[in-house]
């Protein structure tokens, strides 16, 4: 089985701008949460999707939202970069049902803002 | 309070000696726990897990020791291999609240495993 694919694996964008990631889970799973990692404050959920909805939201500001397709791919957007918004953002796929516990990861999208 | 927490930033250990890595957690209300592993420019792997109805759990070279009276566990190594050299994350599932069932991390441990 495929695991979790991102893309792009590298973003460059510049303050003010948007961006959109995204994230194709494994095959058969249905929930897909979104994580930020930065050196300070370690990985910090964003949220979780399933079944098209938002399940869970983690303590981010509205310029971070995403949405989840049909076909289970989900996508992460930020609005109005600022530079403290360079991270790690990682997608992490379940089968669904209840959520959190066991967690595939992606390799995650390294954006930098400059 | 829902916090996890990895107090050692850092671990270096002898190849084939034992590495422990700990972590402590604030919520008396978590009842599972995970370790990932995470290698430089790739995404966390899941490790092993434990329930809170269990104090032990082992997997091959990997044994994780559940202490839930003073809100710790631990995870052994055995031995440590220079592959087991990463970062090592302590996590657990988010208890009630809008974001409940997701994971909260720990801030991680650098494993460096010396031949």
């Known amino acids: 089985k495929a695991g979790v694919t991102q893309t792009p694996r590298y973003l460059i964008k510049t303050r003010g701008q948007q961006v959109t990631l995204s994230c194709s889970p494994i095959s058969g799973h249905r929930s897909v949460s979104w994580y930020q990692q930065t050196p300070g404050q370690g990985l910090q959920f964003l949220f979780e999707?399933?079944?098209?909805?938002?399940?869970n939201k983690g303590n981010f500001p509205g310029r971070f939202s995403g949405r989840q397709f049909s076909n289970s791919r989900s996508e992460m957007n930020v609005s109005t970069l600022e530079l403290g918004d360079s991270a790690l953002y990682l997608c992490a796929s379940t089968p669904g049902g209840s959520s959190g516990n066991e967690q595939y990861f992606g390799p995650g999208t390294r954006l930098t803002v400059t | 309070d829902q916090q996890v927490k990895q107090n050692s930033p850092s671990l270096s250990v002898q190849e084939g000696r034992i590495s422990i890595l700990n972590c402590d957690y604030t919520?008396?209300?978590?009842?599972?726990f995970l370790w990932y592993k995470k290698y430089p420019a790739e995404g966390p792997t899941f490790l092993i897990s434990?329930?809170?109805?269990?104090d032990k759990n082992e997997d091959g070279r990997f044994t994780v020791f559940l202490n839930k009276s003073a809100k710790h566990l631990s995870l052994h190594i055995v031995p440590s291999q220079p592959g087991d050299s990463a970062v090592y994350f302590c996590a657990a599932p988010r208890k009630g609240g809008g974001s409940q069932g997701n994971l909260i991390f720990g801030k991680g441990t650098k494993l460096s495993v010396k031949p």
């Open positions: 999707y399933f079944s098209e909805t938002q399940r």
């Open positions: 434990i329930s809170s109805i269990k």
């Open positions: 919520n008396s209300m978590f009842d599972y």
